[in-house]
């Protein structure tokens, strides 16, 4: 994982090859599509790429071209109402459950539109109307693309895996892992521990107000479980026992008669994955992936274990490598002491999510590099699962 | 409207020419869409261009060349999953609501599709396998094609005219009507009629059975009803007094909250509507068009007037011209006496839908050219208003 | 089944007594209940007891006593709210829906409200007001009222039958049958007939207009189906094979994994149904019951026959016994030629219902005595089967 | 509030004393009930009561008399499908969303049912098989009852205040408030605290496990917010300005259209509201009842200051008045350091719960005497409304 920041620079050049190199890796990641594979929505939790593409262009365009920019011409007037995510403050926006339904704008039209406000960023940051103040809302743009860049690939994945033909996306050769080494349980020692962020780099405003807080002795253990593991967890009928869930869990799983994680397919006779290169055999040594948070804590309890709290898992994180999933964490996503959403659109970004939601630390297989730091506050909702989610136990 | 059949044919040549040149058409219908718009699927009635394509060639594939050609290979063993649109005999398939979530196959697969099962036609119409047995089937096929073409125009027109971009499908210059003349009543005395097929050339089952119904004196009207005329329902109020609607109906308005004919909008305080060129200005004189059989028989009541039987439509059709909207009946789509389902897969074209539908008489600008006689019997359930349909008065 | 008309008479003191007559009978229907079951409703379709009691007690307060009987004083002004079912032209109520949700007025408040009526009924009818210009009105709403003795019965049986306690109604000695003799066909000639109601008694709107119909040679079984004979139509697998259903049936099968008629429930090994005496055997050699339009059509599929029409039914009618199921036809409730509403809310009576639904003809034991007729039309929705439905087979 | 807890006796008589009283007083609870009251569940979150009767009669009987009072029989075998909660332990149960659909057991079966178990009970507890050991059971029996007492008063409330009539249920004399004096703000400083419950009388599971927290400074208010200043809230917009909501609340508010807490209705130009008495005006020096965690969240930001934490609340429980409505925290119901559920049914009793909630402290004026303490964790879904729940700011 490179975590080196490139962002905090005082020189426009740099700035503005900076925003060049980001954005560019969207268009990267979408090269191995069909046009269609840009248009389709197959569930309201997943955008259609062409979708992202546009909607991280709008937020440059809404939120620096438009109020700082002098004399900046919208590419489309429309477009506002297109793709616009969910800011109340910005006006009306297509329902998110019906962006699949829109074949317009056109995917060669959505480039257009990233290439007209690409280069009218790159005469802003290169000019003279840019001053340092625009820096956070920047920052904040070119995070938002990355985070986006990640929203990209899970929903590529989503799309394609889930397509009867299931066709691959890049053979990128999934790494293979060694077996994995018996699970270690890293102690620590109750006392008191501070968290959050208190650097001086780009962070999101929820992982803001650096604070202390105590904790009790507990245990985290050194790797994620692996998909061996997890089957173990099917095989002893974890999906058929009601102890190891939530009662909304235990909900959700005969509802929606679940049996495995997101991807796994039973082909005559064994269990199969989807994973980027097609359907293809499991490697029960790689972290378990594509679990949501009921799954999670069914495991953990059919351990004797729990998850860890994010508290937790930020100080002890120094011992143990993460970054290949995003781990599920105990604690629900609220605000940190003394958090203030900042006024305007952009106070939308976090805190109007901070209800019904769990906390996710750490970063994983899909994030983009730099884009990743131990007091990230990842969140979703408990029932979902086709983010690169993984395990990692706690007692 | 052309209504001379080239189909009835003996010569294999002359067949496979009609096979070619009717194929053909659906894919010129196409030509005009970008690659999106073949995709998406913005309600579960409307189907993606893409689908339609495919499912057509699906038809020849399955029940002429694969049971009948000799040694002919499936293009993709898969195909039959997808392209089904509801054939149980034939076993599983997508789910209807699901082919909008579908980015592949591509468009590009499909086109490859249609000219490969082309190409296996021509060699089997052409050829010495081709046996006169098979005609019905391939007449069904071809005019299974046709009504396709249909469905193909009507959900064009529902994904364009509801992406909020209002993209136009073709100039074709809509023609312009003449004042509407007053409308005359046609009256036809009380008696023995006969209604059903009894030609020779194509018909679909839910036709045959040529039979006596017994008509009392009634009147029709020379003409359809125009936008100008729905236009003073609306404003007299139609949609918001309840003695003009079916009970189902007037829940039907209340909960989806309708006002108007589907494709027209209030902008800027007068009606306008979209049409294939885009967003344009109503010709008052044109005939309504896109009402369901409740918002039909809520105009006919306020009028102090009915819908037609279907039997009264066809018997008084000689008398007035028809063609330019399917026309709403009062006459639910039930068997004609000794109605028989064909054996197999292609006994479930018409019989099992023959419930909680209603039966619309004559054609549409949309109907493909030698598709339409009186004895058609097109039919949909009562809410649906994305076909070219209209009003015709009796009493 | 008693065919005798007492309504039609010209002196005060019977109307009155027919009145009081019919009025108690209701209340007789419910008499084994226990408070409790007169209050909830398990399913939309079925009403709470104590609804029906209000209801057609409010039927004679708001279309009787309060526009004609001079003086006349609400019971309670908010009951127009509570008991008002469907008539939008006598304003706001509460939604079918929440019927079930109402535990006030009490049973008790409804039982004075009853007599409240019944005593203004009494004196207006036997008093100097009345004029034989409302008979008809009276006797709508005693006709109204025998409706809702049926529903009664039928949603009591409901309510007890689908408790998983499952309490008797009362012991009423279901009657036994003899064996059922071998079906045999009627068979009726070509030609014009004449259907419809053509008396001086009361009939409902929907019968009139006796009119013309012309109908094919066609043959009608001289009794209904039995259980045994359905029995045969599971055991063959009738409820798995596409082939016997709509497609909308079969949609229904699937979705509700329907295996059998209402009230018959697998236990150790056999089939057992719960009538009003409780869960007990079942009759083989007894007229099936409680089977839906849908069931009823793919019955008569499997036997390789179908459903009579309306017009088949009225005119072979005399030639066989009917009078203990309502026997569902293949023919759609539309209106009879020159059909019209009558203005007001008794227009809403019938007319507002003439779509998406069929008809049934005859009568059931729930039916109560001098409440049918052969030109009676009763129609419900295919997919229900709550009331005492049952099958009559035709070619 | 009288917090004297009575239960922790060792003599057996005081036992059964305890028993009977607290028993007795559900009974108490339903007298003004009519018989029809006892059967409604207008919401799937509002029981009938004569299901909490039943049911937590079962739970004597299902945990304490069955397994552990020799020779017991069952009072009805069917009952523990009837009464059985969520318990997956114990077997199959009738869904949540039913129990408003069962007429049977009647009202006079139920308590018969009560009167048959506390007879047994009381036998048990004075008799010889009683032991020490089951007194935890007892306990947890008797609190679960006095939980039930308080869902008995929000499920009378919502089934009488949603009621057209609006009947009243007893006239209580709701005590008037003096003027609401300036609101104080309790300054707590930063350290660590200790939560959670030590003493060793009664207290659920998820109470256990006193732990230190380390808290910043904070502020909290020394009163609730009023109906007045709830007032000032919705007429300065607070219900249609999205700044104050979170994304879900936000939803929440359009979808259904709220203007206002529970049980205020907006009658010729005033805010009135139902109480136990019937439809009143509202004392606006009273506290605000009858909010969800939106609502109380969009509140705190609306007067630029937010809900306190659980952790806060316990801490500073001393210096403020409690007890009147459950307080809204920020905090989501999550495990205590060191949770454990119990084995077997009783451990479904809190855990399985423990996520997608919010902690709510305090106690309400429905709550019974003897059932509160700082300590306790009660927690509902954010959008539920129908406890008495109020709102204390903090900041």
Known sequence: MNNTIYINTNKNQDLAEKYAQI??????????LATEDYVVQPVDDVS?????LGHTTWFFETFILLPHFPGYQLFNPQFNFVFNSYYETVGARVIRTDRGNLSRPSVAEVYQYRK????N?????TGNSYTAAIEPLLQLGLNHEQQHQELLLTDIKYILGHNPLFPGYKENGTPKYADAAAVKMIAVKEGIYQIGFNGS???FDNELGRHKVFLNDFEIADR???NGEYLQFMEAGGYSDFRYWHSEGWEWVKQQQVKAPMYWYFIDGKWMHYDFSGLTDIDWNDDV????FFEASAFAAWKGMRLPTEAEWETASEYFNWGRRWEWTNSAYLPYPGYKKEPGAVGE???KFMVNQMVLKGASVATPMGHSRKTYRNFFQTHLKWQFTGIRLAR
Chains 1, 2, 3, 4 share one sequence.
């Not at 259609?48 to 992202?52: A, D, G, I, L, T």
């Not at 007209?116 to 280069?119: L, R």
């Not at 960023?121 to 940051?125: C, H, I, P, W």
């Not at 992936?289 to 949501?292: L, M, R, T």
């Open 23 to 32: 954005r560019k890796h969207s268009e990267e990641i979408c090269k191995p």
């Open 48 to 52: 259609p790429p062409k979708w992202h």
């Open 116 to 119: 007209y406000v690409d280069d």
């Open 121 to 125: 960023m790159n005469r802003y940051l």
């Open 201 to 203: 780099d780009f962070c």
């Open 224 to 226: 994620l479980v692996t």
């Open 289 to 292: 992936c594509h679990v949501n």
């Open 349 to 351: 970004y976090n805190g």
